[in-house]
C-alpha cells in the first residue's frame, strides 16, 4: 500500500475501532463487577435506533445521544433486575435482550416510519460532524506527521475522541479510585465486600448502569455519525466482537483500546480487499470480505489470547449469608 493508502486504512480503523471499543469498556466495567453481559449488541441495536429516530424528529444529535443512553440504560437495567435481584441465568438474560432488541427496533421503525425497519435518511445538522483540530491546515504540509495528524487524528467526530478518552478514564476510576477498588472487588469475592458493610447489589447495578451509558455511545455513533440513519440489524455483530476484544484483552482497559484497532483494523483492511485479485483465492467476493473479520476474531481468540481468567465471581449470583 501507498502513504496516502495507508492513511486511508488508518482513518478507517479508527472510525470502525470506536463502536468496539465504547462496547468493550461497557462491558469491562459490567463484567468486572462479576455481571457477565452478552447483550451488548442487543443494547448498541437499541441505542442506534432510538437515537436515529430522535434525531430525526428533533433535528438534533445531542438530543438522539441523550435518548439512545436512556434506552441502553433501560436494558441494562431490565438485565440487571433478571440477573441481580433475580438472580436469574445472565446469559440466558442477555440473549433474551438481544432478540427483543431486534425485533423491536424493526416494528417500531416499521410502525413510525414506515420504511422496512429504517429510519428516515439524516441530514447533515442532525448527526455529529467532524471536528477540525487545533493547527491541522498548517501541518497538512509537513511531511508524514503532518497528513497523519491532519487525515487520521483530525476530523474526526465529537464520539470519536470521547472513545479514546474513555480508556484513561475507564483506567483511573477502576485502579484509582475507592470505587474502581469496589467494583473488581465485587466480581472478584462479592462475600468480603458484603462483610465490609458495602452494598454488593447497588455496586453491580451501578456497573451495569455504566455498561447502558457507553453501549447508548455505541449505539448513538453508528446510527447519528458513522451512518446517516437506523437500518435493521445495523450492529451486525459488533456487540460479539466487542466482547472477543475484552476477552483478548483480559478484561483491562489499556489493552482493549489495542484490541478493539486491532479489530477496527482487521474490518477496515477485508474492505479494502473487496474485489482485488489474489493469488490462489483468486477475485475477493463480498462474502469472503464480510465474513473475514469474523473468521480471524475467532482465529486470534483461539491461538494467540492465551489463557484468559475472567473475574471468580463473575455469572454467579450473589446470596447473602444468613
Known amino acids: 500500500m501507498d502513504f496516502a493508502t495507508t492513511l486511508n486504512v488508518l482513518e478507517a480503523t479508527i472510525r470502525l475501532a470506536t463502536p468496539l471499543l465504547f462496547a468493550a469498556l461497557a462491558g469491562l466495567y459490567s463484567e468486572r463487577a462479576g455481571v457477565f453481559d452478552i447483550s451488548l449488541e442487543g443494547k448498541m441495536l437499541a441505542a442506534a435506533f432510538a437515537s436515529a429516530s430522535v434525531a430525526a424528529v428533533w433535528a438534533s444529535p445531542l438530543l438522539g445521544l441523550f435518548a439512545g443512553v436512556l434506552v441502553a440504560v433501560a436494558f441494562s437495567l431490565v438485565h440487571g433486575l433478571a440477573s441481580i435481584t433475580y438472580r436469574g441465568n445472565q446469559i440466558v438474560s442477555g440473549v433474551a435482550l438481544n432478540f427483543i432488541a431486534a425485533g423491536l427496533t424493526i416494528i417500531l421503525g416499521s410502525a413510525w416510519f414506515g420504511q422496512g425497519g429504517r429510519t428516515p435518511p439524516l441530514s447533515p445538522g442532525q448527526r455529529f460532524g467532524d471536528i477540525a483540530l487545533p493547527g491541522a ?68 447495578y451501578r456497573a451495569v448502569i455504566i455498561c447502558g451509558v457507553l453501549t447508548g455511545f455505541a449505539g448513538t455513533y453508528m446510527s447519528v455519525a ?29 489493552p482493549v483500546l489495542f484490541a478493539c484497532l486491532l479489530f477496527g483494523f482487521l474490518d477496515a483492511f477485508s474492505i479494502r480487499i473487496q474485489g ?43 446470596v447473602k449469608e444468613r
Open 137 to 204: 491546515e498548517a501541518l497538512s504540509g509537513v511531511p508524514v506527521i503532518g497528513p497523519i495528524y491532519a487525515q487520521v487524528i483530525s476530523g474526526q467526530n465529537l464520539l470519536v475522541y470521547l472513545a479514546f478518552l474513555a480508556v484513561p478514564l475507564t483506567w483511573f476510576v477502576l485502579f484509582r479510585t475507592r470505587f474502581g477498588l469496589r467494583l473488581r472487588a465485587v466480581g472478584e469475592n462479592p462475600a468480603a465486600v458484603d462483610t465490609a458493610g458495602i452494598s454488593v447489589t447497588w455496586l453491580r
Open 226 to 254: 458513522q451512518a446517516a440513519g437506523f437500518n435493521r440489524d445495523m450492529t451486525a455483530g459488533k456487540g460479539y466482537i466487542a466482547l472477543a476484544a475484552l476477552i483478548f484483552a483480559k478484561w483491562k482497559p489499556v
Open 276 to 318: 482485488l485479485s489474489l493469488p490462489v483465492v483468486g477475485v475477493v467476493s463480498q462474502q469472503f470480505v464480510q465474513a473475514l473479520p469474523y473468521i480471524l476474531t475467532v482465529v486470534l481468540l483461539a491461538g494467540f489470547v492465551g489463557k484468559a481468567v475472567p473475574p471468580k465471581a463473575g455469572g454467579v449470583p450473589y
